[in-house]
């Protein structure tokens, strides 16, 4: 496992978020990214990502009326466990982050494995 502490990966959730072009990141609506040192109790203990909300595609006029952000939520310690050194926890920080936008534009797990993002 690599060792990353909790503010080094941050910054490389920062980082993917970074990358992602200006135009997506300006279509992305009432979604906040966090980090979780390990998925929630009832999910795999070795998911990467969690998107949690409505995506954009099934939001009706009046969604966004008092509507809590979504969430898009990268875990720390499986993505650690995965990886080999700081290089591929930053490559799949990467890739999770996509992944989990991807879902909040409401492209589906099928679709995305589709595109090499699964």
């Known amino acids: ?5 909790r503010e ?7 980082d993917a978020l970074d990358r992602i072009p200006d135009a997506l990141a300006r279509a992305m609506d009432n979604v906040v ?6 998925p929630p109790e009832g999910f795999a203990q070795d998911l990467l990502g969690l998107y949690e909300g409505t995506p954009l595609t099934e939001r009706d006029g009046w969604w966004a009326a008092g509507a809590l952000p ?8 499986p993505t650690l466990a995965i990886a080999r050194d700081r290089e591929e926890v930053v490559a799949e920080v990467g890739i999770t982050v996509v992944h ?19």
């Open 33 to 38: 990214v966090l980090v979780e040192d390990d």
């Open 8 to 14: 080094e990966f941050e910054e490389a959730v920062a």
């Open 100 to 118: 989990e936008i991807a879902h909040h534009f409401g492209i589906d797990d099928a679709r995305l494995h589709e595109l090499g993002w699964a």
């Open 70 to 77: 979504d969430r898009i939520t990268v875990f720390r310690r």
């Open 1 to 5: 496992m690599v060792e990353l502490s």
